[in-house]
């Protein structure tokens, strides 16, 4: 897996996602609990919604033949709320009805209440004027048109959002078969880097910044549903590296690090992932983000834990783990489709040097049905992927001038 030039970001991904295998053992969860979570198995439903014709509008409902015109006036025989059945309408009469009621058997039309005038009788009973001449099957909401008997409406491997709780709810299902979580170890590595809290900004030593990829990181990975092993920062010693990565990979199913994969004297997480296990290193054709590690670390059972490494430089580390770690992980889930849908957008900037990278360029909506470009696309400008609402994916060797067509991809399709 060793390649000393550099690595299309198409050939890199292909080649981890070949190495996810979908995790063993789901479980169940209650719907509450359920949001994010991967669908293990197809939910099947055992019956149909609607499970009968039911209104669609708070209304009346009638028989096409007996409203010819408008000014019809009905007498109103029945009064069918939601929750209740009515009985079979009599010709000549109307039904009032209210939405997600059962439609009369009968009635092939329901006519909306502002198109109707009630009128109360002499002798107390109540008929309605019809204002307008109804459509067959208007407004009627007709039995299993949402979903079949025995339909399938929810796939294995969908990644489970707000509606399809609803859905699956709908049908009346309280639990649902999910993908465990993938267990992640996260680590940072590096004696320069100091945990926000415990040194104040004006005691920092010389040469010392804060660990700023461990916030974002576990956040990323929360949102994918993993559970996270915090294993804090690997100092820049050979020996407790290797011990820590031998630890994590007992009961995790990835590793994962940010800096420290490099061939620099003291860069050990390269040479520590290849003692206990193997290791591809790859310089990926992408900007930002060039180094990305692939490997796995042996276990004392015989398996074995992925291993993934990201560079140092925080916009690297980000936008490295959106296209390569956030699918891998997507994955081991049982996911099939986890590469984020882009847009056609227009550009209001110019780029006008090509990289040979392929480049993500961080950008945002300007107001005036464009994207706007930010200043610096520095690899450690942090900033830049607060401020911006997605990225141009840019193709090797392309420029782009103001007007152009570019192919954007939104964070909230990663996030």
């Known amino acids: 897996m060793q390649s000393p030039t550099l690595t299309s970001l ?3 991904l292909a080649a981890v996602l070949a190495q996810a295998q979908r995790l063993d053992g789901p479980e169940s969860v209650g719907l509450f609990s359920a949001d994010g979570r991967v669908l293990w198995s197809d ?5 149909q919604v609607p499970p009968q014709d039911n209104s669609a509008m708070d209304g009346y409902a009638v ?3 007996d409203v010819p015109t408008p000014g019809t006036v009905l007498p109103v025989s029945q009064r069918i709320p939601a929750g209740h059945v009515g009985t079979d309408l009599l010709s000549g009469t109307a039904a009032r009805i209210f939405t997600g009621a059962p439609v009369p058997p ?28 109804p459509r067959p099957g208007q407004h009627i909401r007709r039995a299993g048109e949402d979903i079949a008997l025995g339909g399938t409406i929810l796939a294995a491997g969908t990644r489970l959002t707000p509606p399809a709780l609803g859905l699956a709810a709908s049908i009346g299902l309280a639990q649902l078969p999910v993908a465990r979580r993938p267990r992640v170890a996260l680590f940072s590595t590096g004696d320069e880097l100091v ?3 415990t040194v104040a900004p004006q005691d920092m030593p010389p040469g010392s910044i804060y660990n700023s990829n461990r916030y974002f990181l576990r956040a990323l990975l929360q949102r994918l549903g ?5 294993g804090g920062i690997l100092p820049d010693d050979r020996a407790q590296t290797v011990q820590a990565l031998h630890t994590a990979a007992q009961d995790c199913d990835l590793i994962l690090t940010s800096a420290g994969v490099s061939v620099g004297e003291e860069d050990h997480v390269k040479p520590a992932v290849e003692q206990l296990g193997e290791l591809g290193l790859w310089k990926i054709a992408m900007k930002p983000g060039k180094p990305f ?14 291993f993934m490494g990201l560079p140092g430089n925080p916009v690297s580390s980000f936008m490295t783990f959106l296209v390569l770690v956030r699918p891998f992980v997507l994955r081991l889930q049982g996911m099939q489709e986890v590469e984020p849908r882009a847009v056609e957008a227009v550009a209001h900037f110019d780029l006008p040097k090509a990289d040979k990278r392929r480049e993500f360029l961080r950008v945002r909506h300007d107001g005036q049905g464009g994207l706007e470009i930010f200043r610096n696309q520095s690899s450690g400008v942090l900033t830049s992927a607060v401020w911006g609402d997605g990225v141009v994916d840019n193709p090797p060797q392309t420029t ?3 007007g152009d067509r570019v192919r954007f991809i939104p964070f909230a399709e990663w996030f």
């Open 195 to 197: 945990l926000p809290g």
């Open 400 to 402: 782009i001038a103001r």
């Open 43 to 47: 939910c099947v439903s055992a019956l």
């Open 63 to 65: 028989r096409l033949a």
């Open 10 to 12: 198409d050939d890199a």
């Open 226 to 230: 993993c559970e996270v092993v915090d």
């Open 293 to 306: 590690a692939y490997g796995k670390v042996g276990r004392a059972d015989g398996g074995c834990a992925h």
């Open 106 to 133: 009968g009635a092939d039309c329901v006519l909306m209440q502002e198109d109707c005038e009630a009128l109360e009788n002499a002798d107390g009973s109540v008929s309605v004027r019809i204002q307008a001449v």
